[in-house]
Every structure is written in structure tokens, then in C-alpha cells.
């Protein structure tokens, strides 16, 4: 179901048309209300007066996290507080929370958004949607639950954590659909086979996942473990919060819609900053065409995905593909980058390993090392009669040697380093509380 049909389908000469007349008018409000930008672009020598639109964007340098720190914490803001309506912060993973506002007519563009995620994701006016995203100054439980309000869902507005209520709640009110992190639905999956609970005691069909890097892998156990179809949502506190780009449940695997009307979106080289060419990998930037408390000119997202204008029969917007990580997520060891995600593709490809991970750089003297921990399936563990694992139990069992050193060897192959393989029990990695999990460790203080 489209949402904003007109919007979602407008031709893109047409959707061009408008970005470029949006993106003039932003540019010159921003020049006009916020002296960050009036003192960059004097600095740069436009003059959004004359400034050309969509043509002369990458003219305009980035926008930075730095940036929202040291204008801490209304600095950017483009209206009087009188006029924000509400405030959130970024979750703060990657240090400093940074602040971000809204007008009224923001927040209404907000929901809009999110309700066309969600109708995208397969939800209909008349579900319930249990809300297990984070309340609070986090955007992801408000966020979601004005655009499913707006859509026409009976919310259920739980928040994340409190496994046991979420539990109870999805047997009670039995909702049609669940949002949450990949791996807070991850717990929900494991929790409902650990407790014997029948699927058919729930009533879920979809789950709208997003927050956090996410794998084909996890995507599985999630299906099964709650019997749903689950789609990808994208989005950022600097930008608006999630709704930036949602999968559509039809079309999974094949990349997020972007609300372009809102939002241009450009990939660009993570060193040099220049635009890579259609389907190349490259940081996600983004500028706000709509915003009025807080419209954000070329973002650079740290986001890693590529993007692709292939048409699709539902809508024109573009899709990006699934986040591979930040790009202060990536390691660099002994000369290689490489994501932790694609520690996670290859485990989705192996048999008898479960989807959850942690990678742990480490330094000893002056070489890098990696260590993937990783789990094995329950029902291995069940057929072994093991409750746990350690080395000394692995040396015991020929297939777990094999298993160890077939995904040692499809590591090696497909990223190019050795890496020290763990096999865990399962069970023994930390699992999501209710918001993001971090699957990273790096020891080395660089
Ligand atoms: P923080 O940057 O502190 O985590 P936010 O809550 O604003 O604060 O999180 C936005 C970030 O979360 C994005 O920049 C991205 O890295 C990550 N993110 C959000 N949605 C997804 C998703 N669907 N897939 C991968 N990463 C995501």
C-alpha cells in the first residue's frame, strides 16, 4: 500500500523539479536564519541568491557530527525556541549525544514519513503495532509512534526491554506487527522458543526493524523465530529520525526507498569526498529539502551503502542498499579494511552457527589481531549434550574442529586475513537490552 501515492510515484523529472526548488529555498532560509551556514557560505563564495540548486550541491562542502558538537546545543537551530516543538537526541553511540529540534510542521513530515514506512512494510489502518523502540529522547519510539498513529494503527507503546511484558503483550493484545532493533527482535525470537511459547499464540506478520547495521542472517531467525516478514527502516536524529528510507515488504532485499521529496541523497568516496558512480559503495550524505528547525546541508552520515535508481513498478524514489556499517566502523588491520558485517555474511552462508557474533580487535606488541567469537546452534548443542563451549571441549569433537576451521578459511578467503576463531555455546554472547548492540570490540586505544 502507498501511503502518499502522488508523492511516492511522481515521475522523476518531475521529483527533480521539486528537489531543486526545495533545495534553493533551503538554501537560502539557512543563509538567512543560521550563521554556521551564512559564515560557510560566505566563506565558500556562494550566494544563495544565484546558488544553482542540485547542479552546484557538492559545492557545499559537508556537514559534520563535529559540527552539531560544537555549536552545542542549539547552535544550528534556524528557529526561535518558541517555535521548536519538540527535542531529541542522537543515541549517542559514537560519543557526544548531539541535539536535534522540530518545528510543528516538522514533526507533521515526520509522521507522514513514517507512515509511509510503515504501509510499505505491509501495515494497514486497523493494526496494532507493538512499539519496542526506546521512548524518550531517543527518535525511534516517538517517531514511530506518530507515523503509526497517523497511518491509522492502534499503538501499543511498550518501549524497549521488559522481555517478559513484551512477551505477555504480544500474547495478549496479540498486535499484527513489531518494531524494534534487529537485535531486540533477535531476543524476542530466542526468548519465544526458550519459553515453548506456540507461534500460533501470537498473531505478528510483520516486524520493521532498523536502528542498527543488520544481515540477511538475522533476517531469517527473526521470520522464523516470530513468523513475521521483516523489512529494513533507516534513519538518523541529525536528518529527522527513522522513515528516512524503508524497505517495501514486497520487495525485500533489494534495497530501502529514500524520501527523496524530503531528502537528496548522495554517495560519495570516504576519502576524497567525490561522488562514487551509481551502485558504488561509498558514505551516505544527505541534505534536507523540507526541514524548518533544524534543515541540515550535505550530512555526512558515516553511513557505508551505494545507491540505485533501477526502476521499480511501486514508486520512483531511489533505494540504498543495506548498511554494511560506519565508517568508523571499519577496522584496519595489518593493512586491510574490512566491516564486522562481513564477518556476519559469512556466517549466514555456514550451517550450525547461530547469527550471533562479536568481533575483538586487539594489538600485541605492534601487530593487529582479530577474533571472531561466534555461536553455534542450539540444536548442535542439544545433539552434542553440551551446555557450553570452551577449547578444551572443541578439541573434543571433530565437527566442531571442522566447523572452526571451515569458517577460518571462508574468512581468510573472503576478506583476506587470518582471524582467531571462538566457538561459543549459545547463549554465552551479551544480547540487546531493548535498544542498539554493538557486535564490535576494539582493545587497541588507537
Ligand atoms: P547515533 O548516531 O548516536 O547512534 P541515532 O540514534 O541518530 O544516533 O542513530 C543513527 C544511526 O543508526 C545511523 O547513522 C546508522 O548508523 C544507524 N542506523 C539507523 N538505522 C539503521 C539501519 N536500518 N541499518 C543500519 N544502521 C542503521
Not at 338 to 344: A, G, L, N
Request: charged share 25%; aromatic share 8%.
Amino acid at each position: 500500500m502507498l501511503f502518499n501515492p502522488e508523492m511516492e510515484c511522481l515521475p522523476r523529472p518531475q521529483l527533480r523539479a521539486l528537489q531543486n526548488k526545495r533545495l534553493k529555498e533551503q538554501v537560502q532560509y539557512v543563509y538567512q536564519r543560521v550563521p554556521f551556514y551564512q559564515q560557510k557560505l560566505d566563506r565558500l563564495g556562494i550566494n544563495p541568491a544565484t546558488f544553482r540548486g542540485l547542479e552546484e550541491l557538492p559545492k557545499l562542502g559537508f556537514t559534520k557530527k563535529a559540527d552539531f558538537r560544537d555549536t552545542y546545543p542549539f547552535g544550528l537551530f534556524a528557529v526561535p525556541q518558541t517555535e521548536v516543538a519538540r527535542l531529541h537526541c542522537s543515541s549517542g553511540t559514537t560519543g557526544k549525544a548531539t541535539v536535534v529540534g522540530y518545528t510543528a510542521e516538522d514533526l507533521q513530515t515526520f509522521a507522514e514519513l513514517v507512515a509511509r514506512s510503515l504501509a510499505a512494510a505491509g501495515c494497514r489502518p486497523g493494526m496494532k503495532v507493538q512499539n519496542a523502540y526506546g521512548y524518550g529522547l531517543f527518535t525511534g519510539g516517538l517517531g514511530i509512534h506518530y507515523g503509526a498513529e497517523k497511518l491509522g494503527l492502534t499503538v501499543i507503546p511498550v518501549s524497549g526491554g521488559s522481555t517478559d511484558r513484551q512477551l505477555q503483550l504480544l500474547q495478549d493484545f496479540r498486535p499484527e506487527i513489531i518494531c524494534a532493533t534487529p537485535s531486540y527482535a533477535q531476543v524476542l525470537a530466542e526468548e519465544i522458543q526458550r519459553r515453548n511459547i506456540p507461534l500460533e499464540a501470537l498473531n505478528l506478520r510483520y516486524a520493521v526493524l532498523g536502528a542498527e547495521p543488520w544481515s540477511e542472517a538475522i533476517r531469517s531467525q527473526v521470520q522464523q523465530g516470530l513468523r513475521v516478514q521483516a523489512t529494513n527502516i533507516y534513519g538518523l536524529s541529525e536528518i529527522m529520525g527513522p522513515g528516512v528510507s524503508q524497505e517495501d515488504v514486497d520487495e525485500r532485499g533489494t534495497g530501502s526507498y529514500i524520501w527523496e521529496d524530503h531528502f537528496y541523497p548522495e554517495v560519495v568516496d570516504k576519502d576524497t569526498g567525490e561522488p562514487v558512480a551509481e551502485g558504488e559503495a561509498g558514505v551516505l550524505v544527505l541534505t534536507t529539502l523540507t526541514k524548518r528547525a533544524m534543515p541540515i546541508l550535505r550530512y555526512w552520515t558515516g553511513d557505508i551503502t551505494h545507491l540505485t535508481y533501477e526502476h521499480s513498478e511501486k514508486r520512483t524514489h531511489v533505494k540504498m542498499g543495506p548498511i554494511r556499517g560506519r565508517a568508523d566502523d571499519m577496522l584496519i588491520i595489518r593493512g586491510v579494511n574490512f566491516f564486522p558485517t562481513q564477518v556476519e555474511d559469512i556466517i549466514s552462508s555456514l550451517d550450525h552457527v547461530s547469527p550471533y557474533y562479536q568481533v575483538v580487535a586487539s594489538r600485541r606488541g605492534s601487530l593487529d589481531e582479530v577474533e571472531v567469537h561466534v555461536e553455534i546452534e542450539e540444536a548442535l548443542m542439544r545433539q552434542l549434550g553440551l551446555d557450553a563451549l570452551s577449547d578444551e571441549v572443541v578439541q573434543q569433537h571433530e565437527c566442531l574442529q571442522h566447523l572452526r576451521g571451515m569458517f577460518a578459511k571462508k574468512i581468510k578467503d573472503t576478506i583476506g586475513l587470518s582471524m582467531k576463531v571462538t566457538l561459543l555455546g549459545f547463549g554465552q554472547l551479551p544480547r540487546s537490552e531493548g535498544g542498539k548492540l554493538s557486535r564490535v570490540k576494539d582493545l587497541r586505544n588507537l
